[in-house]
């Protein structure tokens, strides 16, 4: 039996997660196991507690779960909360100064460039390329269901979440090849990438520079080169002219200064998208498909309500909308495993929040993790349970796209994207995990599997 199992009894599933200790117990588990995991670092007063400082940070780190205070910190000046210097300075050598990680008037004058090319977002517009990745992958997924042959999941979703975002930013589908590349090098950047450390978090102090390990600035390199290639074949003199998010941030101007990208800043800002766009919604998916391969009644919940929308047809954009509970299934995955674990935030001067004195250089942690897991916000907030949203919500208590003037821009982009994929996954297979008690969150810069999650699928006959 597994923990997840064990913990729960009867009644709602619990998915895998750490089970939350003291403060001390807390460090002693991640000490003994060696392991370099924050979810098992937060102790039990983070899931208790609206404000409390986590102790033993020469920093001074300050988690703020009071929906109130999170509003002043992501609506607040982007000068005073700046986003924080370890997180800046872990994705710095994969997108440099990027709207993603830029502060003050710098991200001001990216946002309006960038404007044109954020209304290749709308739903309306990507609908066609998101259905033709997924026509795509149900060709790969056929092929595995007749040879039973176990894949990672992970993988997977990474493939059609990257193949997505390529046909929306570049008209043209993701090769295997380089999506695999992709995958690979993001897995090992945000395996070894130095922000997240256990030691760093502790021991450094506040906007101390980062040196990150060669294994990481090669993962970069890879990553930003591929980039690079697709963005060259915009740039040359016989582009094609398409009408799309690259086209769009090649001819963008600012409107104030009339100054456009350099070919640098083009990799910076469409890295953004292209990792933003994929890995994230990748994440949800991946943990949407594991917790529904534990779930079969809901499975069936799923699968009735797209025979009722859909009536045996094959699923158009206007379905979407009605597919109710599949959304909530998707919604609800992303408040038990937020694909941003922790938005910190930094005080870039002595402040008040709320009644509580911060000074400078203090790691104001946003952590969605801990504030979706609220035993103050939410009803039984460790389980799976997707009818919540047909619910009143605790007021700013859910963020897995953030809040503020960073709200993710590709918020309705990724719902609607995995409302699609699971509705036409769930409709067409069975998913069946290999080892689902060796299933663990690992917080890094995602909320990803600790190992990959190895799966089969069986292809449904319909009824």
Known sequence: MSAAETIAGPGLYRPPAPVPRGPVSSLARVVARRENNLLSLLPDVAYRELVTPLGMSVRGILLV?????????????????????????????????????????????????????????????????????????????????????????????????ADIITRTIFSQPLSAGTSREVFESFDR?????????IRRLLLERPWARIPQPPGVLEACRTIRALVGEMIDARLSADAPALDD??????????????????????????????????????????????ILSQQPQVVAR????????????????????????????????????????????????????????????????????????????WENPDRFDPDRFERELPPGAYLPFGAGPRLCIGAAFATLEATLVIARLVQRYDVVAQAPDEVWPLARLTTRPARQIIVSVRRREAP
């Open 302 to 377: 799923i699968r009735a309500e797209v025979a009722r929308v859909a009536g045996g047809g094959p699923l158009e954009f206007e379905h979407t909308r009605k597919l109710v509970f599949v959304r909530n299934v998707f919604r609800e995955a992303l408040r038990l495993y937020p694909p941003i674990t922790f938005l910190p935030r930094v005080a870039a001067k002595d402040l008040t929040l709320g009644t509580r004195k911060v000074r400078r250089g203090t790691m104001i942690m946003i952590a969605p993790w801990a504030m979706h897991r609220h035993e103050r916000l």
């Open 65 to 161: 779960n009071d929906p109130a205070l999170v509003s002043t910190v992501m609506d607040g000046s982007v000068e005073l909360f700046p986003k924080n210097d370890l997180f800046v300075g872990a994705l710095e050598p994969l997108v440099g100064d990027a709207m993603f990680v830029s502060s003050g008037e710098r991200w001001r004058q990216q946002r309006r460039t960038l404007e044109p090319a954020f209304s290749h977002m709308r739903i309306t517009r990507a609908f066609p390329a998101m259905a033709a990745a997924v026509d795509e992958a149900c060709v790969t997924l056929d092929e595995r269901a007749a040879t039973q042959a176990p894949f990672s999941l992970d993988e997977a979703m990474g493939h059609l979440t």
């Open 189 to 197: 950047f945000e395996r070894s990438v130095e922000n997240v450390s």
């Open 245 to 290: 998010i690259a086209s769009a941030a090649v001819a963008a101007r600012d409107p104030v200064t009339g100054q456009g990208f350099s070919r640098e800043e083009l990799i910076n800002e469409i890295g953004v998208f292209f990792l933003a766009g994929h890995e994230t919604t990748a994440s949800g998916l991946t943990w949407t498909l594991f």
